[in-house]
């Protein structure tokens, strides 16, 4: 079945960074675009970033454009987010994401909290 397992989450200072991972498993992992998408408390999950399957295209959130950085490896199985020049409103549960057929695969979520 379809798993995506996200890490590199944690606590980080106004203005530092941190790197998400997510490794895809139970499909064919190149042939799908990736995306993050986070969730803060009280709020919808928005989309942070997109890239499609071959790593071609990339597309942003306006609230983290020309901070965060998507990325992937095919051959590894895996998606990474670098996030730089964080904001305490970038805290929230980071979820790793693919569409298949439709449907759509989650992560379990991790963690990035901003502050000082």
């Known amino acids: 079945q379809v798993q995506l397992v996200e890490s590199g989450g944690g606590l980080v200072q106004p203005g530092g960074s941190l790197r998400l991972s997510c490794v895809g498993s139970g499909f064919t992992f190149g042939h799908y675009a990736m995306s993050w998408y986070r969730q803060a408390p009280g709020k919808e999950r928005e989309l942070v970033a997109t890239i499609t399957h071959h790593g071609g295209s990339k597309n942003y959130g306006d609230s983290v454009k020309d901070r965060f950085t998507i990325s992937r490896d095919n051959i590894k199985n895996m998606v990474t987010l670098q996030m730089n020049s964080l904001k305490p409103e970038d805290t929230a549960v980071y979820y790793c994401?693919?569409?298949?057929?439709?449907?759509?695969?989650w992560g379990q979520g991790t963690q990035v909290t901003v502050s000082s």
């Open positions: 994401n693919t569409v298949i057929w439709l449907s759509y695969y």
